[in-house]
């Protein structure tokens, strides 16, 4: 809630009017997440769309992902997709899911996004740090207790929304879209592409554009798109498709591992944004193919048909503790970006 309405006052720095969207949700409460093996205890995080244990919690042997033993165990080098598959199986009545060690943070993990936040499965998953990896792996066979408790509240979430009116209400409108949500401080992840997106509103405001653009920031990325499933249904199907969108992803002023990625609908907005880069001096690393199904919240405005070109970028501190501001952030990265996304913004508002 504090940082919806930090958003709205940055909006309104601008001249804009915020408007803030409630929806209803749940809130999920870790109570326990702990694992207790000969005396030592190692502290994790719960997986939010996994199942959850009782405040007992669960006993057995712990093996690999895969073996006989009730609680299974995911090492650094079982892939993400091998995980899913074990909680798919039903074959471990609990799951210990070490995370990889990032070299560009000493401590501290990433977690993995809870697609199924509204309709959780398989058995409970505690994820631990990468520093446990030796300790677990030296005690695998072992018994251990197992404990994933959590509770569920319901609560209200909030996208934030702001329209700048344009000369002509007869045009399909503009709609610029990031998400404002992720695990931890996010700062590269979301800080960056929510920086863009304020400054695209500002830029569009100064303009005065002939069609109505609006901005919409998303909450629950992490949580299965709830904020963009919720603002998705604000809004018809004919809206939608006549709307042109630019989607502004995940982590493109990231100082570790950042790629620019371009995603668009047609090859004439392929076209307007690789300009736009190109003559703000930024970068564009990867191209998909015009039309290809593209990632990120732009998958879901690709379902509807609608007009979209959508930028985004990896990053080696993706989802992690570590992702946090000054360290993680490419300040001379993101402004470049920033310029050229201000640009497109204004272009396809004309």
Excluded at 82 to 101: F, P
Excluded at 105 to 124: H, T
Excluded at 256 to 281: P, V, Y
Excluded at 308 to 321: D, E, F, G, I, K
Aim: proline residues 5%; glycine residues 10%; hydrophobic residues 40%.
């Amino acid at each position: 809630m504090a940082s919806a309405h930090w958003l709205a006052s940055s909006i309104e720095s601008f001249g804009a009017e915020p408007n803030l969207i409630g929806f209803d949700m749940t809130r999920v409460n870790q109570e326990v997440g702990q694992l207790a093996i000969d005396g030592e205890v190692f502290e994790g995080s719960i997986q939010y769309d996994g199942g959850q244990t009782s405040s007992e919690g669960v006993s057995g042997t712990m093996g690999r992902l895969g073996s006989h033993h009730p609680v299974g165990v995911r090492l650094p080098e079982h892939s993400a997709s091998a995980l899913m598959e074990a909680r798919q199986s039903g074959e471990h009545v609990a799951i210990i899911s070490v995370a990889r060690q990032s070299k560009y943070a000493e401590k501290g993990m990433a977690l993995p996004n809870a697609p199924a936040f509204d309709s959780p499965f398989g058995p409970p998953v505690l994820h631990l740090p990468p520093e446990a990896v030796v300790r677990i792996e030296a005690l695998i066979g072992a018994e251990t207790h197992f404990v994933a408790s959590a509770s569920r509240t319901p609560t209200q979430a909030f996208n934030v929304e702001a329209r700048i009116r344009g000369s002509d209400a007869n045009l399909a409108p503009l709609v610029v879209l990031t998400a404002r949500s992720g695990w931890w401080q996010c700062a590269s992840e979301r800080g960056t592409g929510l920086a863009v997106w304020l400054n695209s509103l500002g830029a569009v405001q100064s303009a005065r554009c002939r069609r109505d653009v609006r901005f919409i920031a998303t909450t629950g990325h992490e949580l299965g798109y709830i904020g963009l499933k919720y603002a998705m249904k604000s809004l018809d199907d004919s809206e939608i498709a006549a709307s042109t969108w630019i989607h502004i992803g995940a982590s493109i002023g990231a100082a570790f591992g950042a790629c620019l990625w371009l995603q668009a609908s047609d090859t004439d907005l392929a076209t307007m944004a690789e300009n736009e880069l190109r003559d703000a001096g930024a970068s564009l690393d990867r191209k998909r193919p015009v039309g290809d199904p593209p990632t990120g919240e732009a998958s879901s405005i690709f379902k509807h048909r609608a007009r979209y070109v959508s930028v985004l970028s990896p990053n080696a501190l993706l989802r992690h503790q570590a992702d946090r501001w000054p360290e993680a952030v490419d300040i001379g990265r993101t402004e470049p970006i920033g310029q050229a996304i201000a640009q497109m913004c204004i272009s396809a508002a004309n």
